[in-house]
């Protein structure tokens, strides 16, 4: 299977600052790489996704970029804002979908 | 449009018991997937159905047992719990993508089943 490594696995910012959650993945025919928010008590939803012949995707104020070389990618939040606080997880696919450990995101107001 | 619908939500059950999670979802989606949540250790796959009739296993398939009753339904069964069952169970859809033959959609979770097994 697909190993997927994502850091920190904490992180606390204040708000307004900017927030970057990093994964790694093994397996290089993976071409689909979405990021999934998690509330607490709910599951989680997908909030950006990027594919392999795409570098870097925007959406207002989070993005993902992704360096299919290196085999990494990244959630970048900028401006945070208390309501981003949650969990984070990176997924990636390879005939199905392998999730990271998840990162504990808290904005400080 | 409820979207997935897991029951029940909360359960506590004893070493040994045994216990079904239901999980049924509204938008016509092909494949399902069950999924455990443990602290520090993400979300793991338990087992997936990428169609009505196909069940294959995840990670971590041992102490669990699968039917896609229809395409709508995908439950999972707990023959006889363990403690190590203790966990949040997710219940997820998608409509497969056409990215060959990797998987390209958009998963959609249930609420979560919190499970504890004394």
């Known amino acids: 299977g697909e190993n997927v490594e994502q850091h920190p696995s904490t992180l606390s910012v204040q708000e307004g600052d900017s927030a970057v959650i990093k994964c790694t993945y093994s397996?290089?025919?993976?071409?689909?790489f979405p990021w999934y928010k998690q509330e607490l008590g709910k599951g989680p939803q997908l909030i950006i996704d990027?594919?392999?012949?795409?570098g870097e995707k925007k959406d207002q104020r989070i993005a993902v970029t992704l360096n299919k070389t290196a085999k990494h990618f990244s959630l970048h939040i900028t401006e945070t804002q208390p309501e981003d606080s949650a969990v984070y997880f990176c997924?990636?696919?390879?005939?199905?979908?392998?999730f990271g450990s998840g990162t504990k995101l808290n904005v400080k107001p | 449009n409820a979207g997935v619908t897991q029951t029940p939500k909360f359960q506590v059950l004893k070493t040994g018991q045994s216990m079904t999670l239901q999980c049924a979802q509204d938008m016509n989606h092909n494949s399902m997937y069950w999924y455990r949540q443990d602290p520090g250790m993400g979300l793991r796959l338990i087992y997936y159905?990428?169609?009505?009739?196909?069940?294959d296993k995840g990670e971590v398939p041992n102490g669990y047992n699968v039917s896609r009753l229809n395409k709508r339904e995908f439950s999972l069964r707990l023959e006889s719990a363990a403690p190590s069952q203790t966990s949040v169970y997710f219940c997820a859809s998608t409509l497969v993508g056409t990215s060959g033959l990797l998987n390209t959609g958009e998963l959609f979770f249930g609420e979560g089943s919190r499970l504890t097994v004394l």
């Open positions: 397996d290089s025919a993976s071409n689909y």
């Open positions: 990027i594919r392999s012949n795409v």
């Open positions: 159905s990428a169609s009505e009739g196909t069940t």
């Open positions: 997924a990636v696919n390879f005939n199905k979908f392998y």
